[in-house]
């Protein structure tokens, strides 16, 4: 209740909430119904509030989102065509795309923009080329954890499910935001890394399990380079965009100190405008 009363996109926790109940409760039918009953009540009682807000203000407990489909005109001052959210068009084909593969693979390790590969290529650096190869280089290397860690689970045991169950609740809101928007945030659907956190462990966990010295030694020297080499890379991006943003920074003072406090401004899309006005 609470998570969805921050964020709709904490509804897909309720797949692998009902599972957890039901593989806990299982074994006593009444004190299953009992416990879903209440998990239901509280989500209701707290996560609620919003929506109901939403429904009887602006005509859809979703706004902006699916406003074609549920919302209902409430002489509304916002316009959901403003934030970009005015048209219910999922298109099947977005799932047959190469870049379904390739953008959420490069914005799970920091190419901003839903991973957009053009900026990767923004900065002027010498050896760019070089420095970007030997980037994906080691995002391959750091993801070859994750495969060994998917080939090594048992399907037998209830926190296997869990964990799978966890992955797809949250893939089935990337595949809904790439039918309907074409895009996949990550960061919309930041619980799937704890699953992945987890096979990675798990993947890291055999390979230093093998008896060769050489190899474990080797992986794991190589492995902790690339962890060092990624967080030099966002401490990197960090300042950049942090020194991008600064270039602005006369504009918002501008805009703080001309307009009255009590006035509602309103921009397309993203957060950054928002947090450098206020």
Known sequence: GLAISTKFTALFIFPLAFFVILIKFSSNKKNLIKIFGIF?????LFGSPWYVRNYFVLGNPL?????EVIG??????VDPAFVHQDKFEPRINNLFKFDFIYRPYLELYG?????NPENLTFLKLPLLNFLLAAWFLGTLFFTIPIIFGLFSIKFKGKRTWV????????????????LVNDLVYIRHSMPLIIPLAIFWALGFDKIISYKNKEFK???TTLLILVVIGFSFIEITKSIVVRNIWSK???????VKNNIPKD????????????????
């Open 40 to 44: 239901l009540f509280a989500t209701i």
């Open 63 to 67: 706004w902006p989102h699916l406003n």
């Open 72 to 77: 209902k005109d409430k002489g509304t001052y």
């Open 111 to 115: 190419v901003p923009g839903a991973g």
């Open 163 to 178: 964990l799978i169950v966890w992955f797809i609740s949250f893939f089935i809101f990337a595949i809904a935001n790439k």
């Open 217 to 219: 030694l080797t992986a």
């Open 248 to 254: 602005y920074q006369e504009d918002f003072n501008w």
């Open 263 to 278: 006035s509602i401004v309103l921009v397309p899309s993203g957060d950054c405008y928002s947090y450098n006005f206020n």
